[in-house]
């Protein structure tokens, strides 16, 4: 799928720490995708939050939500079939997505 590829390739670019993609179609989660990276700082994850808002837009995705506030540890950008989460580091090892869905099969990342 080409813009999954342009994901990745945008956060590489954006250098996301440690970001992965999970297939979430063989889970009961209403989704195809799950993106999942964090950010070094709130500076960091707004740059990263608006790259992929734009990439999303380019792409001609509707944007179902997203949050629009700062200095969280988690922030969520819904495109339907395709759900971005951005955290920090401490808020990714809180909540642990990758763990919550192990058995997800991962297209991109470690």
Do not use: C
């Not at 993609?21 to 939050?49: E, G, Q, W």
């Not at 969280?72 to 869905?101: K, N």
């Amino acid at each position: 799928m080409e813009i999954i590829e342009k994901i990745w390739e945008k956060l590489i670019e954006k250098e996301a720490i440690e970001p992965i993609i999970l297939d979430m179609s063989s889970t009961n989660v209403p989704t195809d995708f799950f993106v999942i990276l964090t950010a070094n700082s709130s500076t960091h994850m707004k740059s990263l939050r608006e790259a992929m808002l734009e990439l999303l837009h380019e792409f001609g995705k509707e944007i179902i939500y997203f949050d629009k506030g700062e200095n969280y540890d988690w922030l969520i950008i819904d495109a339907g079939d395709i759900v971005i989460h951005i955290f920090t580091e401490q808020g990714r090892e809180f909540y642990d997505l990758e763990g919550l869905w192990i058995d997800a099969k991962r297209i991109k990342g470690k």
